[in-house]
């Protein structure tokens, strides 16, 4: 619940407010008041007649109505003065930055959930405990520093963690970066990071409201309302880049399945993420540095030109680039000979452009045209820092100029921040970012470009058989993994292609069948899940005799109830399979088989339902995706074909969410199409009540 007393409040009263601005509710008061707050202000503190040139008042039953309150006392006091506020004096919006409370405690969360309680009954608006307050172009109800530069073309930072909010705003001013609007939610009993994202996406006018937001994320409360409006506010064009922390306790999360041993709470967050469209980053330094690539103009192909005056950062920039999916395409002709016979003798123009340290700012102007107006590129770099021998500030205004005029996005890198401090903050002030390190300016560019576009949210039914999905599953009477003829018959309903088979407990039965599938042939135990773990495959069977024998022994194995026999494929080994994560839904995991998946862990995840779109979005992300192209000879793989068979999937886990676990492993790449050799399906229903 956000409302307008929360947001632009027209009187303020910080509970513990103090002419100490070491203590929190003196440092409140100071950032209000050199924040020209435009309404009326208060403070309660038994001690004082006047804080900082403001009323204050000994207790609440002397203050006048206040539409927000900022508690800055112990939490123990809260409560009561929470409910004395919003009964007696009209106050429908609350910041309490106090601590102690449910990050603590059992008792600390009992006092929480009574705060709670007393706001939603008179409908305010609650920012905290355990927070640093909320910051925007109206008020700056924080007691911390840095006060970034607020701006309404800035960024929106929602942060679960009040500190981290704080580094995020230290890493981001250095780069020029400004915000809009600043919100620590603390503990978040009623407004959490996804009511701040709803809000933001409801009020959210194009081309007037600010375009960027930057998310630190402790918890998803709520995955299907962050997907709605973070996919929502990317349709209307906004850019959001967040940070998810605390990813790495699911990894040890025990689980029977290939799938479930890989499958974690952090690659649902992936695919959530890779759903909305969102950007993930993995510390401070790159959220910020990827919002400051969201501030420039976007993107539109992958080929960059550098423009340089060190060779060094060039070659590494060049280097980034590459490794992150960009190109900086060599460069050549009449125009690029005669870019050269202006430059100093010794330049290159071949790309990166080296314009030499003694390169004029008049020769970086030349450059930056010729990039301009060379077809094939799409962005350019520029790296100029203090070579000593030069006007920087000259240089720096050719740079702001051509940013200005140029079509295509330029990106500064100014690493010369000591030697030439204040020229790079005479540009910055000037409404630019920069990007002090190559590298890191590289690793953004990427992530940028490649991140996916929200998806529809629509269901691509693709011909599955629902009813009969549906049929399999409701006559299913026992909850683990699922008889194999089961599994077959939801494949056949979902369309998915799998091998043909024989299984039987009979051995006269199984030679009898076999004779109607062509030798080499595979055989596997039915019944146990591991099966390979007890002797329970053989390959490459060429002959009756060697099927009876390999019967015989392996019905002797435990767990056994019968042997099933498939024509032993050749192919590509590819993988599939989902986990059923609480709150999330299906993560559907793909990948190639073999190596690539038991060593190389190398996967991606999306989140049921999938569109074809994505599910192309998730195996190009492979770091193997080179080899559906086909390598060394071989043949390439069907990217269509296996899109197809992962959407169908997603929609058969859609109308099963009795799935909880799933396996297709191999799913083998033939020359005749892509097949399922094997798959585990474990289900899990709901007790009735009885």
Known sequence: MINRELIAPESIVIIGGSNNTQKPGGKIIRNLLEGKFPGKLYAVNPKETEVQGIPCFPDITSLPNTELAILAVPAAACPSIVEELASTRNTKAFIIISAGFGEETHEGFLLEQEILKTANKYEASLIGPNCIGLMNRHHRSVFTLPIPELDSRGVDLISSSGATAVYIMESAIGKGLRFNSVWSVGNAPQIGVEDVLEYLDRTYIPGESTPIKILYIENIKDPDRMLLHASSLIRKGCKIAAIKSGSSESGSRAASSHTGAMASSDLAVEALFRKAGIVRCFSREE??????????????????????????PAVMLTDALSKGGMHVPELSGEAAQKLKEELYPGASVGNPIDILATGTPEHLEKAIDFCENTPEIDAIAVIFGSPGLVKVYDAYDVLHRKMEECSKPIFPVLPSVVTAGKEVEYFLNKGHVNFSDEVALATAVARVFNASKPTNGGI?????????????????????????????????????PIVPEIVSSSKEELLKKARQLDFPLVAKV???????????????IQSEEHL????????????VTAIMVQPMLQGKELFVGAKY????????????????????????????????????SMIR????????????????????QFAEIIVRLSTLLRFATEIKEMDINPLLATKK??????????????????
């Open 621 to 640: 992300s492979l770091r193997a995706y080179k080899m559906f192209r086909g390598v060394r000879g071989e043949a390439p793989i069907d990217e269509i």
């Open 581 to 616: 994560e609480p709150h999330f839904g299906h993560v559907i995991l793909c990948g190639l088989g073999g190596i690539f998946v038991e060593i190389l862990r190398d996967i991606a995840s999306g989140l049921a339902p999938l569109s074809e779109n994505e599910a192309l």
């Open 526 to 540: 039915v019944g146990p899940v591991h099966k390979s773990d007890i002797g329970g495959v053989v390959l490459n």
């Open 673 to 690: 199409g892509i097949i399922a050799v094997d798959a585990r399906i474990r289900i899990e229903k709901e007790a009735k009540n009885k």
């Open 287 to 312: 959220l910020t540095t990827v919002a400051c690539v969201f501030n420039l103009k976007e993107i539109k192909g992958r080929n960059f030109a550098i423009v340089t005056h060190a060779g060094g």
């Open 548 to 559: 009876a024998f390999e019967f015989d022994r392996m019905m002797k194995l435990p767990e």
């Open 460 to 496: 691509e039914l693709y011909g599955v058989n629902v009813p009969e999905i549906r049929r399999i599953i409701d006559d299913i009477g026992e909850n683990g993994y699922l008889p194999h003829n089961h599994v077959q018959s939801l494949f056949s309903a979902a369309g998915i």
